[in-house]
């Protein structure tokens, strides 16, 4: 019978042990809870005042420069078009002028073929003076 008795004991001890290990656990989550429950707060309240400079922030800049953000924007959006435009049309007479230097080099390159081929059809040569003589 001694040992039927110890058996219960032993079972009796084990689960109040337990029993402690998950009041523990459970205490320790709580804690955790409490603890993540006061930083989401504090999150919070830094988001809210994060919010209010920022408002402060476009409220002072928009009463500095007289402008509102809406007629900020549109400022700044009609300055990078004339910007764009201008860096356009910069662009487009270089390469125009790069066409034309090319056109011309090419022209040149043409006549002189053609006209000395022409001398040569015709009998002329280059006198080294500048017109084309009978050779």
């Given at each position: 019978m001694a040992?039927?008795?110890?058996?219960?004991?032993?079972?009796?001890?084990?689960?109040?042990?337990?029993?402690?290990?998950?009041?523990?656990?459970?205490?320790?989550?709580e804690?955790?809870?409490?603890?993540?429950?006061?930083?989401?707060?504090?999150?919070?309240q830094?988001?809210?005042?994060?919010?209010?400079?920022?408002?402060?922030?476009?409220?002072?800049?928009?009463?500095?420069?007289?402008?509102?953000?809406?007629?900020?924007?549109?400022?700044?959006?009609?300055?990078?078009?004339?910007d764009?435009?201008?860096?356009?049309?910069?662009?487009?007479?270089?390469?125009?002028?790069?066409?034309?230097?090319?056109?011309?080099?090419?022209?040149?390159?043409?006549?002189?073929?053609?006209?000395?081929?022409?001398g040569?059809?015709?009998?002329?040569?280059?006198?080294?003076?500048?017109?084309?003589?009978?050779?």
């Open positions: 040992v039927q008795k110890i058996k219960p004991v032993r079972y009796e001890k084990r689960v109040l042990s337990k029993e402690e290990a998950l009041d523990k656990r459970s205490e320790a989550i804690k955790r809870e409490a603890s993540f429950t006061a930083k989401e707060e504090q999150l919070k830094r988001e809210k005042k994060v919010d209010e400079l920022s408002q402060q922030r476009v409220q002072e800049l928009e009463r500095i420069s007289g402008l509102t953000s809406e007629q900020a924007k549109e400022y700044l959006l009609k300055t990078v078009e004339e764009v435009k201008h860096d356009t049309a910069k662009m487009i007479k270089e390469l125009e002028a790069q066409a034309k230097e090319e056109a011309d080099k090419k022209a040149k390159e043409y006549t002189g073929k053609r006209y000395g081929e022409w040569k059809f015709r009998g002329f040569r280059n006198s080294g003076r500048g017109r084309n003589q009978p050779g």
